[in-house]
């Protein structure tokens, strides 16, 4: 469910991914989100990569 644009990660679909786990894993979307950007960087699907580390970022406790 990545949606790329020209210049990088669509913000707009990663701001809903990133309610849609907070409401799905309260607390623990942060380290789900995390957990999938790894996974896709050991897959080496850069453009998967990209989208869930914004989530992550989006997500992360400040």
Same mark, same amino acid.
């Given at each position: 469910? &990545? &949606?790329? #644009? !020209? ?5 707009? #679909?990663?701001?809903? !991914? /990133?309610? +849609?786990? #907070?409401?799905?894993?309260? %607390?623990? /979307? =942060?380290? =789900?989100?995390?957990?999938? $950007?790894? +996974?896709?960087? /050991? !897959? +080496?699907?850069? %453009? %998967?990569?990209?989208?869930? $580390? /914004? &989530? ?7």
């Amino acid at each position: 469910m &990545v &949606v790329i #644009e !020209k210049a990088g990660v669509d913000h707009i #679909e990663v701001g809903r !991914k /990133a309610h +849609e786990l #907070e409401v799905r894993h309260g %607390d623990g /979307a =942060y380290r =789900y989100a995390q957990r999938l $950007s790894e +996974e896709a960087g /050991a !897959k +080496e699907d850069p %453009d %998967d990569h990209r989208f869930w $580390s /914004a &989530v992550a970022a989006m997500l992360r406790p400040r």
